[in-house]
C-alpha cells in the first residue's frame, strides 16, 4: 500500500561532511528502487537508482547501499553541499507497477 | 532527455469551480502517466494512473468522479478537480514512463492548487 508521511525526519549536518539517510521498505518482492530529491515547491528529482541484484552503486557524490536482508536502503552523500537542502525519497517499484514512495526525510546542511 | 511539464505551475481558485491541470511528456512518448497528491510535509500519494486511450486506474479512496483524468494522447494527460473544494488543496505532480524503458518515472514540477 501507499506509505503516507507525518511530519518529516530531519537530517542536519555540517557542510563538508558526509550524510546518509535511510529508508526502510515495505514489499520484499521490489526490485528496483530509486531516490528522488524533492526542493521546496518543485517535483522529485532523480538522484540515483539500483536494482535488486546490487548492493551498491555509486554515482558522482552518491552511493546508494541495498540490504535486502533487512530491507533497507541509504543514501550517503559525501562533502555534503548547501545545495543538497531539500527532502529525500525513497521509492520502491515492483516488476514494472506504481513506484511507492517512503515518507521522505528532510536534509539540512548548516554553514 | 526526459523533461515532463505541467501546466499550471499554481493555481488559485473559487471553492465549486473546476481545475484542469495539464502535464506533457516534452521529448518522448509516454505510454503510462502517474498522478500524484502531496500535502505538505508530506510524502507522494499516487492518486491514479493514466494509460494512453484508456480509462484511469485510481487508487482506493480517490474519487474518479471528482479528479477526471483523461490520456488522450502519448504526450498529454489531464487531471481535472472538479467541484474544488478547499481541502482540494495540495501540490499536484504527474510523472510519466515510456514503454520499454527502465521502471523510472520521470516527474513534472508540479502544480500547486490552492482552493479558496
Known amino acids: 500500500g501507499e506509505s503516507v508521511g507525518l511530519h518529516l525526519p530531519t537530517l542536519s549536518v555540517q557542510e563538508g561532511d558526509n550524510s546518509i539517510i535511510n529508508c526502510a521498505y515495505s514489499?520484499?518482492?521490489?526490485?528496483?528502487f530509486i531516490w528522488y530529491k524533492q526542493e521546496s515547491g518543485k517535483g522529485p528529482q532523480f538522484i540515483i537508482d539500483i536494482r535488486s541484484n546490487m548492493d551498491k552503486r555509486q554515482g558522482q557524490r552518491v552511493t546508494v547501499l541495498l540490504n535486502k536482508t533487512v530491507k533497507h536502503l541509504s543514501l550517503q552523500i559525501a562533502a555534503t553541499q548547501p545545495g543538497d537542502s531539500a527532502v529525500y525519497f525513497c521509492?520502491?517499484?515492483?516488476?514494472?507497477?506504481?513506484?511507492?514512495f517512503g515518507p521522505g526525510t528532510r536534509l539540512s546542511v548548516l554553514p | 532527455g526526459a523533461v515532463v511539464s505541467q501546466h499550471p505551475s499554481w493555481v488559485i481558485c473559487k471553492s465549486g469551480t473546476s481545475v484542469k491541470i495539464e502535464c506533457r511528456s516534452l521529448?518522448?512518448?509516454?505510454?503510462?502517466m502517474f498522478w500524484y497528491r502531496q500535502f505538505p510535509k508530506q510524502s507522494l500519494m499516487l492518486m491514479a494512473t493514466s494509460n494512453e486511450g484508456s480509462k484511469a486506474t485510481y487508487e482506493q479512496g480517490v474519487e474518479k468522479d471528482k479528479f477526471l483524468i483523461n490520456h488522450a494522447s502519448l504526450t498529454l494527460s489531464t487531471l481535472t478537480v472538479t467541484s474544488a473544494h478547499p481541502e482540494d488543496s495540495s501540490f499536484y505532480i504527474c510523472?510519466?514512463?515510456?514503454?520499454?524503458?527502465?521502471?523510472?518515472?520521470?516527474f513534472g514540477p508540479g502544480t500547486r492548487l490552492t482552493v479558496l
Open positions: 510523472s510519466a514512463h515510456a514503454a520499454g524503458t527502465a521502471p523510472e518515472q520521470f
Open positions: 521509492a520502491e517499484n515492483i516488476e514494472g507497477q506504481n513506484f511507492v
Open positions: 514489499n520484499s518482492a521490489s526490485d528496483y
Open positions: 521529448d518522448f512518448q509516454a505510454t503510462t
